[in-house]
């Protein structure tokens, strides 16, 4: 149709040359959001960064960009916060959304975050064979990360992401458990018993 419009000077009558325009415009354009009567449309990125999945990612800055300098931070699909790059294992966390901070701690490595703590206790999983619960004390100059005091408890996730890995997470726990089956199973709001019942943690 374009050829012919213009090109070959193809005279449309009506509306039709409007509506060409803004079909044209749709299908060349960025993401787009369609109403009743219009659409908007954004310039296409000038950049995309993609893990092995297909979702956005990047290991050091912006997934995503525009050419007017605009851009969004993701680590593996999930959009993190612009300075989540530099963040220390103190901001990593404090961090309050469950989702973010695993993505912070994912960056880091686990291993550099227990090691600056110290371990409590450990047990054996029985919601996830054969892996661990591990309940870590934050230690001197961590103790005031959340408004009350807590301790973390490190887990691991009973089933594989998309990519075939099995994610472990930390969270947080009051500070007055010592058990870390017991504090596994006041994050599920189960009694302890119930928790040391289970087969696999869902």
């Given amino acids: 149709m374009e050829w012919f419009r213009r090109v070959g000077r193809l005279e449309l009558g009506g509306d039709k040359s409007e509506r060409a325009d803004a ?49 969004i931070n993701c680590w593996h699909g999930t959009r993190v916060p612009d300075d989540f790059y530099s963040w220390s294992v103190e901001r990593s966390l404090s961090e309050r959304n469950s989702e973010v901070r695993r993505c912070a701690i994912e960056r880091i490595g686990w291993e550099n975050v227990t090691e600056r703590l110290t371990l409590v206790a450990e ?70 018993a119930a928790y040391r019942a289970l087969e696999r943690a869902s």
């Fill in 123 to 192: 047990c054996d999983d029985p919601g996830n064979a054969p892996h661990k619960i591990r309940l870590y004390d934050l230690g001197r100059g961590m103790a005031d990360l959340y408004t009350e005091p807590a301790r973390i408890l490190v887990v691991q996730n009973g089933s594989l992401d998309k990519g075939g890995a099995r994610r472990s997470f930390g969270l947080p726990v009051p500070a007055s458990h010592v058990d870390p089956l017991a504090a596994a199973a006041d994050l599920f709001g189960v009694p302890v």
């Fill in 23 to 71: 079909y044209l415009a749709a299908h060349t354009a960025g993401p787009a959001t369609w109403f009743a009567n219009c659409f908007a449309a954004s310039d296409r990125p000038a950049f995309i960064h993609l893990d092995r999945n297909g979702a956005l990612h990047s290991d050091d800055g912006a997934a995503i960009g525009w050419r007017d300098g605009w851009s």
